[in-house]
């Protein structure tokens, strides 16, 4: 199994920023490398939404339509972590954000189904 924990969520106002990240460990973790990682966000009512995903060694990103030119993805397979930079952050954006990682890659990368593990998730709320 594999254990997936964000953090990094919090309060901010419209137009600020915040920084996510993802820490992976378990018994099926030899190296974060092996695993296609995403962030997926959902908001009360609301399905689960994709926000951004990143391949094996970083090289490949890939950005849903509202967070692109906001958001950036990155990953350190070394301290088996993900981070999520969220600038101009929009009230919009408020939602628990979710960290999603699956062994191999999945053309349908931008939907929740294709992800085997998922951490717990981290509220963000961003204030008008």
């Known amino acids: 199994q594999m254990q997936l924990v964000e953090s990094g969520g919090g309060l901010v106002q419209a137009g600020g920023s915040l920084r996510l990240s993802c820490a992976a460990s378990g018994r099926s973790l030899s190296s974060l490398s092996s695993y296609f990682m995403g962030w997926f966000r959902q908001a009360p009512g609301k399905e689960r939404e994709f926000v951004s995903a990143i391949d094996w060694n970083g090289g490949t990103t890939y950005y849903g339509d509202s967070v692109k030119g906001r958001f950036t993805i990155s990953r350190d397979n070394a301290e088996n972590t993900m981070s999520l930079q969220m600038d101009s952050l929009k009230p919009e954006d408020t939602a628990v954000y979710y960290c999603?990682?699956?062994?191999?890659?999945?053309?349908?990368?931008?939907?929740?189904?294709?992800?085997?593990?998922w951490g717990q998730g981290t509220q963000v709320t961003v204030s008008s």
């Open positions: 999603g990682a699956r062994k191999d890659f999945a053309l349908t990368y931008h939907r929740p189904a294709a992800y085997d593990y």
